[in-house]
């Protein structure tokens, strides 16, 4: 049997292991979503499919420590909230992940990779088409929102704000 068979064979296998396994205790991310996301692993590297950047992000990347229209405790509270929602909860919401997102995580992890080996030469693949390019904005775009909101968290903290417009202590 060639490589190629039994990797998509080991990417098959683990799939319907996650599927069977992880019933989806994470409201956030469902078993169909995880598979989504390898499924279109090969499609982000060949930048057949966008990972699109949210609104909200775009908006602060140019101007993350910007207080305009930030006043009050309740402004600060808002624009947190709006950023948790793009971002997930922050650091200081300690939230323990359950044994079946914890294979789900790790089965989605293995089947990416698994399926992002059967490209050969990827990195210089991702480089040409502008998959890479647009990964490195996404990732901008992302360290720009958990910049703001550390950020804004701190100017809460300052002016006495509670949490989540502060840290929580």
Known sequence: MNTFCKTTGLAAALFLATSASAQTADPDKSDTETAKDVATQPAEDLNLEEKEIPKELQEIVEQPYSLENIRTCRDIRNAVRKLDKVLGDDLDVVEEDSKADK?????????KSLL????????????????AAQQRRYDQAVYAGVVRRSFLKGIGKERGCKFPAAPKQ
């Open 103 to 111: 294979r789900r995580k790790t089965a989605g992890s293995i089947g």
């Open 116 to 131: 992002g080996g059967l490209i050969p030469f990827r990195g210089i693949v991702r480089e040409i088409t502008g998959a």
